[in-house]
Nanobody, 119 residues
Framework: VQLVESGGGLVQPGGSLRLSCVAS????????MSWYRQAPGKERELVAS????????NYAESVKGRFTISRDNAKNTVYLQMNSLKPEDTAVYYC?????????????WGKGTLVTVSS
């Protein structure tokens, strides 16, 4: 299993970015897919997640209404659309796959992509 994130960069406050996570070696139906972030000096926190087979999505309170998690099954890619970005959104963003059903206990992480929100 491999997760590769992309799409990070420098953006001004109020701007938008779309992060991508290309997943290989797994099926979205067997894994919960999530985006986490870690800001300098802070612990890693969950930003958004979804379980494909149930269509359940969850968001951190701090990003509700601004961020949207989605996926493209044909491309085996998970996206995080980030709008109305704030300086406090600055962090390294990580893609995570957490196993479900018979894959429970398995967990994979990407290497992260840096998002910097600054004027």
């Amino acid at each position: 299993v491999q997760l590769v994130e992309s799409g990070g960069g420098l953006v001004q406050p109020g701007g938008s970015l779309r992060l991508s996570c290309v997943a290989s070696g797994l099926s979205f139906s067997d894994y919960a897919m999530s985006w986490y972030r870690q800001a300098p000096g802070k612990e890693r926190e969950l930003v958004a997640s979804f379980v494909s087979i149930t269509s359940i999505t969850n968001y951190a309170e701090s990003v509700k209404g601004r961020f949207t998690i989605s996926r493209d099954n044909a491309k085996n890619t998970v996206y995080l659309q980030m709008n109305s970005l704030k300086p406090e959104d600055t962090a390294v963003y990580y893609c995570q796959a957490r196993g479900l059903w018979r894959y429970q206990g398995m967990e994979y992480w990407g290497k992260g992509t840096l998002v910097t929100v600054s004027s």
